[in-house]
T-cell receptor
Framework: KAGVTQTPRYLIKTRGQQVTLSCSPI?????VSWYQQTPGQGLQFLFE???????NKGNFPGRFSGRQFSNSRSEMNVSTLELGDSALYLC??????????????FGPGTRLTVL | QKEVEQNSGPLSVPEGAIASLNCTYS??????FFWYRQYSGKSPELIMF????GDKEDGRFTAQLNKASQYVSLLIRDSQPSDSATYLC???????????FGRGTSLIVHP
């Protein structure tokens, strides 16, 4: 079974631009979560989607948004990029979030650099 | 605010020794506990999960949970240089079911 895939793997953008990242979960997994990982803050939860609905949201500004499609693939968008948005963005999928068995499996991540 | 605390390390152990990684959490309602391993430049990889008090063993790994004391630990027996990585503890509470991650402990296993 194929794992979680993320595209692109690397991105370089300049301040003020916007970016869209894509995530394809493991086949059959319906929950997709997004995380930002930086050396200073560690792994921080952005949002979680299940059946095309955002069910949970972390403490990030509205510049960070996402969506999920009917095939469970998900995208996240960051508008008006700031230098502090430079990070590794990780997507994680799980079979069903909201049950006890909610092990999450991470994709390889997208390394975003904002210049 | 739910908090998960880990010693950042590095924890340095010789090859063949037992590495002990600890994690404490603040939310008494926490239900599920996970350990992830993250190699430098890679994404986290799930290695263990535990839901009930006590020990859970999987190969060289043992997860220990003590809900009364609000800590969870990971023991790695017969540590190998390939175990050198950052180990992240994640705790899930009821309600949102979103994991809260600790900052991770860096483990170095030297030959």
């Amino acid at each position: 079974k194929a794992g979680v895939t993320q595209t692109p793997r690397y991105l370089i953008k300049t301040r003020g631009q916007q970016v869209t990242l894509s995530c394809s979960p493991i086949s059959g997994h319906r929950s997709v979560s997004w995380y930002q990982q930086t050396p200073g803050q560690g792994l921080q939860f952005l949002f979680e989607y299940f059946s095309e609905t955002q069910r949970n949201k972390g403490n990030f500004p509205g510049r960070f948004s996402g969506r999920q499609f009917s095939n469970s693939r998900s995208e996240m968008n960051v508008s008006t990029l700031e230098l502090g948005d430079s990070a590794l963005y990780l997507c994680a999928s799980s079979l069903v979030l909201g049950t006890r068995l909610n092990e999450q499996f991470f994709g390889p991540g997208t390394r975003l650099t904002v210049l | 605010q739910k908090e998960v605390e880990q010693n950042s390390g590095p924890l340095s152990v010789p090859e063949g020794a037992i590495a002990s990684l600890n994690c404490t959490y603040s939310d008494r309602g926490s239900q599920s506990f996970f350990w992830y391993r993250q190699y430098s430049g890679k994404s986290p990889e799930l290695i263990m999960f535990i839901y009930s008090n006590g020990d859970k063993e999987d190969g060289r790994f043992t997860a220990q949970l003590n809900k009364a004391s609000q800590y969870v630990s990971l023991l790695i027996r017969d540590s190998q240089p390939s175990d050198s990585a950052t180990y992240l503890c994640a705790v899930v509470s009821g309600g949102s079911y979103i994991p809260t991650f600790g900052r991770g402990t860096s483990l170095i296993v030297h030959p």
